[in-house]
């Protein structure tokens, strides 16, 4: 059983950025998929990034591409996503997500993932 627990959320204005990250305990951390999901207010849970167990592949949600970066580092059972240039549309609780996978393939789908974190707000002021 893989727990996950993000954290680096928080409010900020339009244009800055933020990183976040999300630790993993009780399971093989390079065994695993992970991805980065959001839910705004009164919408529905949508892919933001994915990044396969060793980092070779990556994907990203169009309304983020060339403003985030997913990354991970093995070692430490970390993954990350650094946000840059964020926008009031950005603001939602930020999860993180697992999934058991040694494909170099990601996948964007919710139900795809077995794990799931608490989330962390991120709120962005115009």
């Known amino acids: 059983q893989v727990q996950l627990v993000e954290s680096g959320g928080g409010l900020v204005q339009a244009g800055d950025s933020l990183r976040l990250a999300c630790e993993a305990s009780?399971?093989?951390?390079?065994?695993?998929?992970m991805a980065w999901f959001r839910q705004a207010p009164g919408k529905e849970r949508e892919f933001v990034a994915a990044?396969?167990?060793?980092?070779?592949?990556?994907s990203y949600a169009d309304s983020v591409k060339g403003r985030f970066t997913i990354s991970r580092d093995n070692a430490k059972n970390t993954v990350y996503l650094q946000m840059n240039s964020l926008k009031p549309e950005d603001t939602a609780v930020y999860y993180c997500?697992?999934?058991?996978?040694?494909?170099?393939?990601?996948?964007?789908?919710?139900?795809?993932?077995?794990?799931w974190g608490q989330g962390t707000q991120v709120t962005v002021s115009s």
């Open positions: 997500a697992a999934r058991l996978s040694q494909s170099i393939v990601v996948v964007p789908a919710m139900h795809k993932y077995d794990y």
């Open positions: 009780g399971g093989t951390f390079s065994s695993y998929g």
């Open positions: 990044i396969s167990w060793s980092g070779y592949s990556t």
